[in-house]
């Protein structure tokens, strides 16, 4: 069985990405209408860019680039190649942050390996840790937008007093 | 350059013209490159100068991942 990030056709990607946010936005998770993100075409295949803004002042900040595998129009295939998510919270900072390897073969020895930042936003945490992500597993952007309202929810009523004291 | 809320919107021979060019369109890249610039005149450093202090664990930020995506999607 084909894996969350294996290679897929471009249109159904687009399709996925749209039935994600449409249920999201069902959920209360993504605001209507903020879905912030564009695609265009790189030298190295597709750049997707853009802010999400999600409930309770979490904001997305997505940078994605889809290699082109094979084919062209709807059915190239495409697979994630690079990315970033970097999640933040109104008013407090940084909470997260999932990014892809930042070296390749031209540009060797930073953090070879999908890994995620976390931040104690709550203790005004501006170092953070940072902690490896199974390539396999690692979340998609659904996820990762699941994961940062899930965390807000849980945490409501102390980011709300902390809001109101700033 | 596509919103992905408006494809969502789009019947289905527009999604196809749309996604034939995204991928049959020869890129610019002039708008990445400019953010890029943005990045170099925002942390007073090239490209390279950030790659060197990333490398060496002196600069890790949501900008420089982001930077570090956009150089990649160029083949920087």
């Given at each position: ?30 605001l209507r209408g903020c879905d912030g993100l564009t695609v265009e ?126 | ?76």
């Amino acid at each position: 069985m084909a894996g969350k990030h294996a290679p897929i056709e471009v249109g159904k990607y687009f399709e996925i990405h749209a039935a994600a946010m449409r249920a999201l936005e069902r959920a209360g998770r993504v605001l209507r209408g903020c879905d912030g993100l564009t695609v265009e075409p790189v030298a190295r295949g597709l750049l997707m860019s853009g802010r999400i803004q999600c409930a309770g002042g979490i904001t997305i900040d997505v940078a994605k680039r889809l290699a082109i595998l094979d084919g062209e129009g709807e059915s190239a295939i495409v697979q994630t190649a690079a990315y970033t998510y970097h999640v933040m919270v109104d008013g407090l900072g940084n909470l997260l942050r999932y990014c892809g390897p930042h070296d390749d073969e031209a540009h060797p020895g930073h953090k070879p390996f999908h890994h995620k930042h976390s931040y104690d936003v709550l203790r005004d945490d501006v170092e953070g840790t940072v902690a490896t992500v199974d390539a396999e597993t690692r979340p998609t952007l659904a996820e990762v937008i699941t994961e940062a309202c899930a965390w807000y929810y849980e945490h409501a009523a102390e980011i709300e007093v902390r809001r109101g004291a700033k | 350059m596509l919103a992905l809320a408006d494809f969502a919107e789009m019947a289905p021979e527009e999604r196809r013209a749309a996604l034939v060019e995204l991928t049959t369109g020869r890129p610019n890249g002039v708008r990445v490159a400019a953010e890029i610039r943005q990045l170099e005149q925002r942390y007073e450093m090239t490209s390279e100068q950030m790659r060197a202090k990333v490398r060496t664990g002196k600069l890790d930020t949501a900008d420089t991942a982001r930077w570090l995506v956009l150089l990649d999607a160029l083949g920087r």
